[in-house]
Nanobody
Framework: QVQLVESGGGLVQAGGSLRLSCAASGRTLSSYVMTWFRRAPGKEREFVAGVNWSSDRTWYTDSAKGRFTISRDNAKNTVYLQMNSLKPEDTAVYYC???????????WGQGTQVTVSS
């Protein structure tokens, strides 16, 4: 059974930075696509960023481009999301998800809260 555990969330002022981590256990996910999603209060869950197994392809939602960077360390079975220039509208619960592709993500973490104050 795969388990994903997110960490690194918290409260930060607008313009600040946070680095989220997602550690996987149960099996190696080095061949999987790793992604970050978020759900803001009162909104549907949305895709934020993704990275393929070799890190030579990344994907971002438009609002994350230029501010967020996704990366992974396959040796540590961990994926990261570096978030810079944070805005209040980035406030959400951030989830890590993994699978064989962006359309097949059966493994999800429990989420970590990110709150950006204005």
């Amino acid at each position: 059974q795969v388990q994903l555990v997110e960490s690194g969330g918290g409260l930060v002022q607008a313009g600040g930075s946070l680095r989220l981590s997602c550690a996987a256990s149960g099996r190696t996910l080095s061949s999987y696509v790793m992604t970050w999603f978020r759900r803001a209060p009162g909104k549907e869950r949305e895709f934020v960023a993704g990275v393929n197994w070799s890190s030579d392809r990344t994907w971002y939602t438009d609002s994350a481009k230029g501010r967020f960077t996704i990366s992974r360390d396959n040796a540590k079975n961990t994926v990261y999301l570096q978030m810079n220039s944070l805005k209040p509208e980035d406030t959400a619960v951030y989830y890590c998800a993994a699978g064989v592709g962006l359309g097949s993500l059966p493994y999800w973490g429990q989420g970590t809260q990110v709150t950006v104050s204005s």
